[in-house]
């Protein structure tokens, strides 16, 4: 799905203009410029916009925060998934951003958090994270969360609450609690085949970490 024309990255600078505070703490922002990483490509997803900004601090926050509340709203408008969207950011610069393109891709997994780390990935050449910051705008689901401790991703921004979400209609607390419930008795049916832990031991053993 392409992106509509009218959707241009708003300039950065004025996502922090109401705090003069903070404004006024903006010495630098470096030039926007279009970033498609190699998946985005292959699956036909839009391009985004990404800014390095130099200056750190609260105004810092406030305009990569705005950013992956522009993206959420970009989500729903292009009609690719749910309000939901990120920018991954290391040493103060962004190397990636994702929105949820559940609707448009038709993959359960496309969340705005699962396409950031993905393109942070392919652009950095490691799936090692440790280092970058996601600024998200809620708290990830249970998925999510979980990809970010795979991806070693350093530290998590959030404005939205779980409770934000399952008010919005969405099944973050619902999955959540499930989690918490011992494998046989969670609503997912599951069956274990014993005979053959053996050989899918032996498929572990194959592997060498490193």
Not at 126 to 140: Q, R, W
Not at 149 to 170: M, R, T
Not at 174 to 181: H, N
Not at 198 to 210: H, Q
């Amino acid at each position: 799905m392409a992106a509509p024309a009218d959707f241009e990255p708003r300039d950065t600078g004025k996502l922090a203009a109401h705090d003069q505070r903070d404004a006024e703490a903006l010495t630098e922002i470096g030039a926007c410029e279009n970033h498609s990483d190699p998946i985005t490509r292959e699956r036909g997803w839009p391009a985004v916009c990404i800014s390095s900004v130099v200056q750190h601090g609260t105004a810092q926050k406030l305009i990569f925060m705005g950013r992956a509340i522009e993206l959420a709203r970009h989500a729903v408008a292009s009609g690719s998934g749910g309000p939901f969207g990120c920018v991954i950011v290391k040493n103060g610069e962004v190397v990636a951003e994702g929105f949820n393109q559940v609707r448009s891709t038709r993959d359960p997994t496309a969340h705005g958090e699962m396409v950031g780390l993905r393109a942070a990935a392919q652009r950095l050449g490691t799936a090692d994270l440790s280092g970058c910051e996601i600024y998200n705008i809620s708290v990830p689901c249970p998925m999510c969360l979980a990809a970010l401790y795979w991806a070693k991703v350093s530290k998590l921004y959030y404005a939205c609450l779980p409770e934000d979400a399952d008010a919005a209609g969405f099944d973050n607390v619902k999955i959540a609690r499930y989690l918490q419930l011992p494998l046989e008795t969670q609503p997912l049916k599951s069956e274990r085949i014993e005979t053959l832990h053996a050989a899918a031991l032996e498929a572990y053993r194959s592997w060498s970490p490193g």
